[in-house]
Nanobody
């Protein structure tokens, strides 16, 4: 069992930055691939970024590539999402998620599927004003 708690959301102006954190409980955190998803107003949940258990592979949605960076610190049981050059369209509730089975061999498409993830946090609101 893994419990996930996101933090770091807030209100920021367009062009600004935020860093989201996702703290995980449990001693097996380092065995899980981790992902970030978001859900904007009136929109479906969409993939943002993912990272394999070792941190050796990272995947990004085209809409955030070059602006967002996912990272993890297994010693701290935490995954991060550094968000730069934020745009109003980035406004959403951001969720982190843990996946037991994803590996280097799984590939990008695997990690974009929200039904692959086993545990979810409650989400943190990010609002970007224009």
């Amino acid at each position: 069992q893994v419990q996930l708690v996101e933090s770091g959301g807030g209100l920021v102006q367009a062009g600004g930055s935020l860093r989201l954190s996702c703290a995980a409980s449990g001693r097996t955190f380092s065995l899980y691939a981790m992902g970030w998803f978001r859900q904007g107003p009136g929109k479906e949940r969409e993939f943002v970024a993912a990272i394999t258990w070792s941190g050796g592979n990272r995947y990004y949605a085209d809409s955030v590539k070059g602006r967002f960076t996912i990272s993890r610190d297994n010693a701290k049981n935490t995954v991060y999402l550094q968000m730069n050059s934020l745009k109003p369209e980035d406004t959403a509730v951001y969720y982190c998620a843990a996946d037991r089975d994803g590996t280097y061999y799984s590939g990008y498409k695997y990690f974009t599927a929200h039904d692959k993830y086993d545990y979810w946090g409650q989400g943190t609101q990010v609002t970007v004003s224009s």
